[in-house]
């Protein structure tokens, strides 16, 4: 039998902590191993995985200094033995069958990688997991529609959605980037396609991502924000340029998913609590930055990918209509 290594980073979430190691150990397909990587936690979490470790021998737990969510997966990584990777955050959840799911397509496709879907929850008992044995499954057959799928437009960036054979992933320490705390998910997922695995996507609802109701009006670094998104954005655009896979109408489509994931970067800062002079400098800060230059602006788009209420707050983005910008998004939260 086949043997997954499941890797969960934690800091500071004891709260959810048990639910995300039960949610494992109650898994369908009993050959995993769970890695436990403490990052530092100020709370019990560390204690919490001392106690699990010594009633299951499959789990393993390393206690480290803090370096952020990417750098933490790597370390557990290093020690890692199964043949496939998954990762998990530690206040989210996977389904009881997801292990045995996610194996029965790695043997129906012989594929490198799988990815699924996720239902988002606040409470466990919430989570809605899905098995749909009756969709049929995309297997992706080309370079270019690895990339297009997976990298263009938010959908698939997090790792926690992807299953994938231990030796296509790197062996980065990923410390260059440690700092990164928005989108980092995707820079490992971007060393990933990179190396090509052959990849199946399946509609099954196999994990959950908790949801936390504050996290975004008041709990958003909005300065770090900015930049960390921007960063990853441009990582995605140079990633895409060195493999030379677009032609001019593949990069038409890129734009238009650019375009619609920068109208929701200014609308998560119009969110925030922060004074009206310094989201204006933020937005400045876009406007003045190469990923803007070169990506978002330097060619046309295509409008009719774009639902309505995108479009309207991209014009008002685009023009300066900050105020209005504003309103629009604060009308749609209340």
């Given at each position: 039998?086949?043997?997954f290594s499941?890797?969960?980073?934690?800091?500071?979430t004891e709260?959810?902590?048990?639910?995300?190691?039960?949610?494992?150990l109650?898994?369908?397909?009993?050959?995993?191993?769970?890695i436990?990587?403490?990052?530092?936690?100020?709370?019990?979490s560390?204690?919490?995985?001392d106690?699990?470790a010594k009633?299951d021998?499959?789990?393993k737990?390393?206690?480290?200094?803090?370096?952020?969510?990417?750098?933490?997966?790597?370390?557990?990584?290093?020690i890692?033995?199964?043949?496939?990777i998954?990762?998990?955050d530690?206040?989210d959840?996977?389904s009881?069958?997801?292990?045995?799911?996610?194996?029965?397509?790695?043997?129906e496709?012989?594929?490198?990688?799988?990815?699924?879907d996720?239902?988002?929850f606040s409470?466990?008992?919430e989570?809605?997991?899905?098995?749909k044995?009756?969709?049929?499954?995309?297997?992706?057959?080309?370079?270019k529609?690895?990339y297009k799928?997976?990298?263009?437009?938010?959908?698939?960036?997090?790792?926690?959605?992807?299953v994938v054979?231990?030796?296509?992933?790197?062996?980065?320490d990923?410390?260059?980037?440690?700092?990164?705390?928005?989108?980092?998910?995707?820079?490992?997922?971007l060393d990933?396609?990179?190396?090509?695995?052959?990849?199946?996507?399946?509609?099954?609802?196999l994990?959950g991502?908790?949801?936390?109701?504050?996290?975004?009006t008041?709990?958003v670094?909005?300065?770090r924000?900015?930049e960390?998104?921007?960063?990853?954005r441009?990582?995605?655009?140079?990633?895409?340029?060195?493999?030379?896979?677009y032609?001019?109408?593949d990069?038409?489509?890129?734009?238009t998913?650019?375009?619609v994931?920068?109208?929701?970067?200014?609308?998560?800062?119009?969110?925030?609590?922060?004074?009206y002079k310094?989201?204006?400098?933020?937005f400045?800060?876009?406007?003045?930055?190469d990923?803007?230059?070169?990506v978002?602006i330097s060619g046309?788009?295509?409008?009719?990918?774009?639902?309505?209420l995108?479009?309207?707050?991209?014009?008002?983005?685009k023009?300066n209509?900050?105020?209005?910008?504003?309103?629009l998004?604060?009308l749609?939260h209340?």
């Amino acid at each position: 039998m086949e043997m997954f290594s499941i890797i969960v980073p934690i800091y500071n979430t004891e709260k959810y902590l048990a639910e995300c190691v039960e949610s494992v150990l109650a898994q369908t397909y009993p050959n995993f191993e769970l890695i436990l990587v403490d990052d530092g936690s100020k709370d019990k979490s560390g204690t919490i995985c001392d106690e699990y470790a010594k009633k299951d021998e499959r789990i393993k737990v390393i206690h480290k200094e803090n370096s952020g969510q990417i750098a933490t997966r790597a370390c557990g990584l290093k020690i890692a033995t199964g043949e496939y990777i998954v990762f998990v955050d530690s206040d989210d959840i996977i389904s009881l069958n997801a292990l045995e799911r996610i194996k029965e397509k790695f043997q129906e496709h012989h594929c490198d990688m799988v990815v699924f879907d996720w239902c988002k929850f606040s409470k466990a008992q919430e989570a809605q997991f899905v098995l749909k044995p009756q969709s049929e499954d995309l297997c992706i057959n080309t370079d270019k529609e690895l990339y297009k799928t997976l990298l263009d437009g938010d959908k698939y960036n997090s790792v926690c959605r992807k299953v994938v054979k231990r030796k296509f992933l790197c062996d980065s320490d990923y410390k260059h980037v440690s700092a990164v705390r928005y989108g980092e998910d995707l820079l490992q997922s971007l060393d990933i396609i990179q190396q090509k695995p052959k990849t199946v996507v399946i509609d099954d609802v196999l994990y959950g991502y908790r949801v936390n109701p504050y996290s975004v009006t008041h709990k958003v670094d909005i300065e770090r924000f900015v930049e960390d998104r921007l960063f990853v954005r441009k990582e995605v655009y140079e990633r895409i340029l060195q493999e030379q896979l677009y032609d001019e109408e593949d990069w038409t489509w890129h734009r238009t998913n650019e375009i619609v994931i920068i109208t929701e970067i200014a609308a998560t800062i119009a969110l925030q609590k922060n004074k009206y002079k310094q989201k204006k400098v933020l937005f400045k800060k876009i406007k003045n930055s190469d990923y803007w230059k070169k990506v978002i602006i330097s060619g046309s788009y295509k409008k009719n990918n774009m639902n309505l209420l995108s479009r309207i707050k991209w014009f008002l983005f685009k023009n300066n209509f900050y105020f209005l910008l504003f309103f629009l998004v604060r009308l749609k939260h209340i």
